[in-house]
């Protein structure tokens, strides 16, 4: 199974600032991976696939980037609406595995 | 708009079954993969499996393998996740997943609101 790792687990930002969530996977996967945003009490929600395509309707200060192993979740001005746990996915084979998540807040 | 609605999730004792149901509207279902994936307090998010368009391919995690069955009924817009012998770790938040209608490595675009299996005697 492709295992993906996330990191940082958790980070605390201020309104307007930079975030940058990054996963990696133990092995090539392309670009077969999504990003989702889970707000508290809500189902997850789709922002990336393709590693680097917006989903219809996301805000553009959300962006992906990344091909191979590595790849990055970048919030180019954190507001406050983006408080949320976000998860990475790689869709290259089953199974289909999630990273542990990453858990944004506002400081 | 696209819409995925869960239902069927139950206090259910150990060993015992569950049907979850799914009806999905405003799109073309036949069309589309769809994928079950379930989530744990605290254990994140796990992919359940995968079914294709004309149900003649599906795709299970190996802790649900020879337990759990996905089906989908193209005539009425219902994807199905039988469960058997259900375990105390299969509790979790089930949720009902639109994937792609062509590559499935494309994956996923829409998510149900979700529905809880409780597996506990």
């Known amino acids: 199974d492709i295992q993906m790792t996330q990191s940082p687990s958790s980070v605390s930002a201020s309104v307007g600032d930079r975030v940058t969530i990054t996963c990696r996977a133990n092995q090539d996967i392309s670009n077969w991976l999504a990003w989702y945003q889970q707000k508290p009490g809500k189902a997850p929600k789709v922002l990336i696939y393709g590693a680097s395509n917006l989903q219809s309707g996301v805000p553009s200060r959300f962006s992906g980037s990344g091909f191979g192993t590595d790849f990055t979740l970048r919030i180019s001005s954190l507001q406050p609406e983006d408080v949320a746990t976000y998860y990475c996915?790689?869709?290259?084979?089953?199974?289909?595995?999630f990273g542990q998540g990453t858990k944004v807040e506002i400081k | 708009e696209v819409q995925l609605v869960e239902s069927g999730g139950d206090l259910v004792q150990p060993g015992g079954s569950l049907r979850l149901s799914c009806v999905a509207s405003?799109?073309?279902?036949?069309?589309?993969?769809m994928t079950w994936v379930r989530q744990t307090a605290g254990k994140g998010l796990e992919w359940v499996g995968n079914?294709?368009?004309?149900?003649?391919?599906?795709y299970y995690v190996d802790s649900v393998k020879g337990r759990f069955t996905i089906s989908r009924d193209n005539a009425k817009n219902l994807l199905f996740l039988q469960m058997n012998s259900l375990r105390a770790e299969d509790t979790a938040v089930y949720y009902c997943?639109?994937?792609?209608?062509?590559?499935?490595?494309?994956?996923?675009?829409?998510w149900g609101q979700g529905t809880l299996v409780t597996v506990s005697s």
């Open positions: 997943l639109r994937g792609s209608s062509g590559l499935v490595r494309l994956g996923p675009d829409y």
């Open positions: 079914i294709n368009q004309d149900d003649t391919e599906t």
């Open positions: 405003g799109f073309t279902f036949s069309n589309y993969w």
């Open positions: 996915q790689q869709a290259k084979n089953f199974p289909w595995t």
